[in-house]
């Protein structure tokens, strides 16, 4: 009788811990999947402001976004690797990016 409520147990608690792994990784995506949502929409606001200005600079997406430095830069070279923007200058503050031509006017 031991034995039976023993594994009976053992049974519910393992099928608990394995709902819960599955909770957690539901939760997990959603936070990835906000993520990524959030850097579609930041780099569209790179592209709108690209509309009205001929050039932007790291510090000005920094400000534009609210991100870090590292963080406005992976996103200028994202849209520079799709085609969108190019990358004027090798390194330092003299670097700026411009649209493609016909990419975002």
Not at 23 to 44: D, F, M, T
Not at 59 to 83: F, I, P, W
């Amino acid at each position: 009788m031991i034995f039976v409520l023993g594994v009976l147990a053992g049974i519910f608690i393992a099928f608990y811990l394995i709902k819960k792994k599955k909770i957690g990784k539901k939760v997990s995506l959603g936070i990835i999947g906000l993520q990524a949502r959030k850097k579609v929409e930041n780099k569209k606001k790179i592209l709108e402001l690209m509309k009205t200005k001929d050039r932007i600079t790291n510090d000005e997406t920094e400000e534009l976004l609210g991100v870090s430095d590292a963080t406005a830069e992976r996103y200028l070279d994202e849209l520079e690797k799709e085609g969108w923007l190019n990358q004027v200058g090798a390194k330092g503050r003299s670097v700026y990016y411009e649209p493609t031509k016909g990419s975002t006017r």
